[in-house]
C-alpha cells in the first residue's frame, strides 16, 4: 500500500492531475470554438475574414445575408473593397493619408489601415449588395496575428445601419420642421410653464405683436398681452358653459385644453405699441410622459384681413340693398309714368268712345229721332262697346292676365288671314311678301288665336308707321329649336313656330330697344295711340309660354320675331266645328243662369229666350246649386259668372262637374284675376262683353263636346 510521501505514489498523483487538466482544456477549447461558430453563422452581423493581402477567405450567415453573395462567390476570389463604395474608399483614402501623413491607396488598404498599425477602427461605410443596391453599415477592424504577432489576415466585422440612419435622418426632419414652426413668421407660438409663465416666443409672435422675446419670457403670460375685457367675457361664458367657476386670467384662455377639449377662440391680441388685432387662438396642453400637464401652446393667426373681407361682405350687402331700394322706387316712379302716359293715351281713347255711346243713347231717348234712324245708332252702340272691349282686353293681355282659350293652330293659313285683313290698311305703297313653311312643311303652334291675329296686327301696323307708308312688309314662318339668347337671357332651347315680321322703316335707336314693349311707351302724339300695341304682343308672347325679340338697326329697318311653342297637328274636330256653328236647333235647350247682376241676368236671359232658349236664373252659386238638388235634369247648361259673393264661378262650376258629370258648364267674366292665376281650368270662357253669336257658338260647342265624351264612356 503506497505511503504518503512515497516516490510512487507522487507520480501517480501528478499523472492524474495532467490528465485532468488536459480534459479541462479541451472542455475550454470546444467551448470556444462552439463560440467560435455562433459568431461566425450569427445572421445578425457580417463577419467576413481575409488573409493578410485581403482576399476573402471567410465569409460568414450574416454576410451571405446582408449582401447577398453566397459565400462561394466571394471566398479566394475578392477583396472587402469590392463590395465597398469607390468614392467613400477614395475619401477615406485621402482622409488617413493627411491623419498619418503617409500616402495610402484608395483600396482594401484604405479599410485595414489603421488596424494593422494597432489602432482600434470603426467607421461608416457603404456596401454594395449583388444586386447593386446599397445600405450604411457600421465595420469593425481587427488584423489577426500569429504566435510571432505576424498579421496573417484581417476580421472585418459589420451591422447593417439602416434603422439607424433613418431615425436619425427622422429625428433630423423632425427638428428641422419644429425649428420651422417656431421660427415661423406666418403665426405665432407661444408656449408657456404650466402656470401660464412664457417660456418660448417665436418669430411669428415677435412680428405680430412687436415684442422681443426677452420682453416677454420668464416675465408675462398671454393673458397680459390679451384685451381684458374679453378675457373677463371669456371666463363668464365658460362659467356658464361649464358649470364651474372661473377666474378671468389665463385660466379662462387655457382652461378648455386643460380638460382635453378641443378650443379654438377669436381673442384681440394687444401689440406693445398699444394697437390691437383680431386673431384665431388654438391652445394645447402640453403633457409629459405621464399624461400631466407641464405647460400650453397656444398657436396665433392675425385676423384681421378676414374681418376685413367680413366688414366689406357687410358694406356690399347693405349696398345691394340700398340699390334694390332704389331699384324699386325707380320701378315706382315708372309705373307713375306710364300712368300719365295712360292719362294721355287710353282715357283718352275711352273718353271718346263713352262720348259716342252717351250721344247715341241720348238721341235713341229722344222722340225727334226718326224711327229709320234708330237702326244707325243702335249700331254704333254696338260697334264702340266692341272698340272698348277689344281695348280693355290689350291692356290685360299685357298684364298677362288675359285669360286665353289656347287651340292648336295652322299658322301659315292665320298668317295669311291677317294678311289679308290688313292688305287695305298699308296703303298702295307697302309691298307684303309672305315666306310660309309651305305645305309639306306646315307649322301648327298651339295659342290664343284671338291674341295671336291681334298680336300680328299690331305687328303690321308698326311696320307701316315706322316705313310711313311706303316699304317693303316680310312675314316669315318657319320651325326652329331655340330662342336665342339676349337682352341677359341666356339660349333657350326647344320646339317652337317663329313668325318674323320684317319692315324696312326708320329703325329703332338702341337706347329705345329695352323701353318698346313698356306700358303705354309710345312715339307718337296725344292721342295717336295708346302705347299698347307692342305690349300686347310681348304679354301675349309671355303668357303663351313663348318669347318676343326684336333687331333694329337706324334706317335700315327692324325684325320683330314671335316665339310660339309648336305643336304637332291640329285637334280641332270638324264635327264640333260644325256643331259649334251659330244657327244651329236651340228649341228645348234649358239654361241655368247664375249672375249676381240683375240688371244683367235679365238682359242675358233676354238675349237668350228670343234666340229660342229657356232659362232660369239664380242670383248666386247656393241658389243655383239648390235649383239643381231639386231637379237637375231639366238643364242642358248652365252659364255663370265667374266673379259672385260667396262661392266663386270656378268653385260652382267644379262642384257641379262633381255632382252632375253630365251637365255641361260654361262660365262668364270681364277679367278674373284668380282665373288667371289657375290657369286652364277645363272650362269654356266667353269673354265680356258678349254678343248673342258668341253665345249661342261657345254653348254650341260645349254640348256637342260634353256628347261626344259621353259617347267614348264604355
Not at 282 to 292: C, F, I, Q
Request: hydrophobic share 45%; aromatic share 6%.
Amino acid at each position: 500500500m503506497p505511503r504518503i510521501g512515497d516516490p510512487c505514489n507522487a507520480r501517480g498523483q501528478h499523472g492524474a492531475l495532467e490528465s485532468f487538466n488536459d480534459v479541462r482544456q479541451q472542455e475550454t477549447l470546444l467551448k470556444a470554438g462552439a463560440l467560435q461558430d455562433a459568431i461566425f453563422n450569427s445572421a445578425n452581423f457580417s463577419s467576413i475574414a481575409t488573409d493578410e493581402k485581403g482576399v476573402v477567405q471567410i465569409f460568414n450567415v450574416g454576410a451571405e445575408r446582408m449582401l447577398g453573395y453566397a459565400a462561394g462567390d466571394v471566398v479566394n476570389q475578392v477583396t472587402p473593397a469590392d463590395i465597398s463604395d469607390s468614392k467613400e474608399l477614395v475619401t477615406r483614402a485621402v482622409t488617413l493619408s493627411l491623419e498619418f501623413d503617409t500616402p495610402i491607396t484608395p483600396g482594401f488598404e484604405a479599410l485595414v489601415f489603421k488596424a494593422s498599425r494597432g489602432i482600434e477602427d470603426i467607421y461608416e461605410l457603404t456596401y454594395i449588395r449583388k444586386d447593386g443596391s446599397r445600405f450604411p453599415a457600421v465595420v469593425s477592424v481587427t488584423a489577426l496575428r500569429d504566435d510571432q504577432a505576424v498579421i496573417i489576415g484581417y476580421l472585418l466585422i459589420g451591422t447593417d445601419n439602416t434603422a439607424r440612419k433613418q431615425a436619425e435622418e427622422a429625428l433630423l426632419e423632425a427638428g428641422a420642421l419644429q425649428n420651422a414652426i417656431f421660427n415661423s413668421a406666418n403665426f405665432s407660438s407661444i408656449a408657456t410653464d404650466e402656470k401660464g409663465v412664457i417660456q418660448i416666443f417665436n418669430v411669428g409672435a415677435e412680428r405680430m405683436l412687436g415684442y422681443a422675446a426677452a420682453d416677454v419670457l420668464n416675465q408675462i403670460t398671454p393673458a397680459d398681452i390679451s384685451d381684458p375685457q374679453e378675457v373677463i367675457v371669456r371666463a363668464e361664458a365658460l362659467s356658464v358653459e361649464l358649470g364651474t367657476l372661473i377666474t378671468p386670467g389665463f385660466e379662462a384662455l387655457v382652461f378648455k385644453a386643460s380638460r382635453g377639449i378641443e378650443d379654438i377662440y377669436e381673442l384681440t391680441y394687444i401689440r406693445k405699441d398699444g394697437s390691437r388685432f383680431p386673431a384665431i387662438v388654438s391652445v394645447t396642453a402640453l403633457r409629459d410622459a405621464h399624461e400631466g400637464i407641464i405647460g400650453y401652446l397656444l398657436i396665433g393667426t392675425d385676423n384681421t384681413a378676414r374681418k376685413e373681407v367680413e366688414a366689406a361682405q357687410v358694406a356690399l350687402d347693405q349696398r345691394t340693398t340700398e340699390l334694390l331700394r332704389t331699384e324699386h322706387a325707380l320701378r315706382q316712379s315708372q309705373k307713375l309714368e306710364a300712368l300719365g302716359q295712360l292719362t294721355g293715351g287710353v282715357a283718352h281713347d275711352f273718353n271718346n268712345l263713352l262720348a259716342v255711346i252717351s250721344s247715341s243713347v241720348e238721341l235713341l231717348r229722344s222722340d225727334k229721332l226718326p224711327v229709320d234712324r234708330r237702326g244707325q245708332y243702335l249700331d254704333r252702340i254696338f260697334d264702340t262697346v266692341g272698340r272698348a272691349a277689344k281695348l280693355t282686353s290689350q291692356l290685360l293681355a299685357f298684364a298677362r292676365q288675359q285669360p286665353l282659350s289656347p287651340e292648336v293652330f295652322n299658322v301659315d293659313q292665320h298668317v295669311q288671314g291677317v294678311i289679308d285683313l290688313v292688305r287695305p290698311l298699308m296703303g298702295a305703297q307697302v309691298q307684303i311678301h309672305l315666306e310660309p313653311c309651305g305645305s309639306q312643311n306646315s307649322c301648327f303652334a298651339e295659342a290664343d288665336i284671338n291674341q295671336f291675329e291681334t298680336a300680328l296686327v299690331n305687328l303690321a301696323v308698326n311696320a307701316r308707321d315706322a316705313m310711313n307708308g311706303n316699304g317693303r312688309l316680310t312675314i316669315k314662318v318657319q320651325k326652329v329649336d331655340n330662342v336665342p339668347a339676349g337682352s341677359g337671357r341666356d339660349l333657350r332651347p326647344g320646339d317652337f313656330v317663329a313668325i318674323s315680321v320684317t319692315d324696312t322703316g326708320c329703325g329703332i335707336a338702341a337706347d329705345n330697344l329695352e323701353a318698346i314693349f313698356e306700358p303705354f311707351y309710345t312715339t307718337k302724339e296725344v292721342g295717336k295711340g295708346t302705347g299698347l300695341g307692342l305690349s300686347q304682343v310681348f304679354g301675349f308672347a309671355k303668357q303663351s309660354g313663348g318669347e318676343v325679340k326684336v333687331r333694329s338697326e337706324l334706317d335700315i329697318g327692324s325684325v320683330f320675331t314671335l316665339f310660339l311653342a309648336r305643336a304637332e297637328h291640329a285637334a280641332t274636330s270638324e264635327a264640333v266645328a260644325a256643331a259649334a256653328e251659330p244657327g244651329a236647333e236651340a228649341r228645348s235647350i234649358s239654361v241655368l243662369v247664375v249672375e249676381d247682376n240683375e240688371i244683367l241676368a235679365q238682359m242675358t236671359c233676354e238675349i237668350l229666350n228670343i234666340l229660342d232658349y229657356h232659362t232660369t236664373w239664380a242670383a248666386n252659386a247656393t241658389a243655383a246649386l239648390d235649383l239643381l238638388t231639386e231637379d237637375a235634369s231639366r238643364f242642358d247648361l248652365v252659364f255663370s259668372d265667374v266673379i259672385m259673393p260667396g262661392m266663386s264661378g270656378i268653385e260652382f262650376g267644379e262642384l257641379v262637374r262633381k255632382r252632375y258629370p253630365g251637365l255641361p258648364v260654361v262660365l262668364a267674366s270681364g277679367y278674373n284675376e284668380v282665373m288667371a292665376e289657375r290657369g286652364r281650368h277645363g272650362f269654356e270662357l266667353i269673354q265680356k262683353p258678349y254678343v248673342s253669336d258668341t253665345l249661342v257658338r261657345v254653348f254650341r260647342k260645349t254640348m256637342a263636346e260634353h256628347m261626344a265624351a259621353s259617347r267614348k264612356v264604355p
